[in-house]
Antibody, heavy 117, light 107 residues
Framework: QVQLQESGPGLVKPSETLSLNCTVS????????WSWIRQSPEKGLEWIGH???????NYNPSLKSRVTISVDMSKSYFSLNLRSVTAADTAVYYC???????????WGRGTLVTVSS | DVQMTQSPSTLSASVGDRVTITCRAS??????LAWYQQKPGKAPNLLVY???YLESDVPSRFSGGGSGTEFTLTISSLQPDDFATYYC?????????FGQGTKLELK
């Protein structure tokens, strides 16, 4: 049974970079799109971007200038880097697998990231 | 961006009731519409994709419908486990966007 698990710091200082990993276990990272989504009370659920297992990416234009998503097939994980964070980036961050482009059918448990000095 | 608007924001109902949640898109998304259920402290869980197809293991009391700009999620007979927040999401155009959610609460 495929499972996803987010990992990374729960606290990030303003202007620094938020970095999260999503480990895929119980299955292959091959042949799927993998996404990052965040949720905050202010903005609700927001798609951040996705990556195809071969490395092709697509980002939300509202975050594109600050986001990088990458994948490490040999280690079965993919990563999110969000640069120059502010308090508005405080949210629960989820990683997910897409059954079809844009359709998230398997989610990690989520991890709360707070941006604060 | 395609704006997704759900109604109502909150719905009070009893076990056994039939309830319907509506989702409207700001432009036509064909049938590229998904519904998710989220319980407190948990990740969203996919219920319906392509407007009307039930994800595997989703009970048949759930059904989805609609196309273009107007969509519905119906629960035919509410069970205690169904009280949660429901979100629609379009995946026809990126950025893929979600509705603001409908909280289904016990009357």
């Amino acid at each position: 049974q495929v499972q996803l698990q987010e990992s990374g710091p729960g606290l990030v200082k303003p202007s620094e970079t938020l970095s999260l990993n999503c480990t895929v276990s119980g299955g292959s990272i091959h042949s799927y799109y993998w996404s990052w989504i965040r949720q905050s009370p202010e903005k609700g659920l927001e798609w951040i971007g996705h990556i195809y297992y071969r490395g092709t990416t697509n980002y939300n234009p509202s975050l594109k200038s600050r986001v990088t998503i990458s994948v490490d097939m040999s280690k079965s994980y993919f990563s999110l880097n969000l640069r120059s964070v502010t308090a508005a980036d405080t949210a629960v961050y989820y990683c997910a697998r897409q059954a079809a482009v844009g359709l998230n059918n398997l989610w990690g448990r989520g991890t709360l990231v707070t941006v604060s000095s | 961006d395609v704006q997704m608007t759900q109604s109502p924001s909150t719905l009070s109902a009893s076990v056994g009731d039939r309830v319907t949640i509506t989702c409207r898109a700001s432009l036509s998304i064909s049938d590229w519409l998904a519904w998710y259920q989220q319980k407190p402290g948990k990740a969203p869980n996919l219920l319906v994709y392509k407007a009307s197809y039930l994800e595997s293991d989703v009970p048949s009391r759930f059904s989805g419908g609609g196309s273009g700009t107007e969509f519905t999620l119906t629960i035919s007979s509410l069970q205690p486990d169904d009280f949660a927040t429901y979100y629609c999401q379009q995946y026809n155009y990126d950025p893929y966007t979600f509705g603001q959610g409908t909280k289904l609460e016990l009357k």
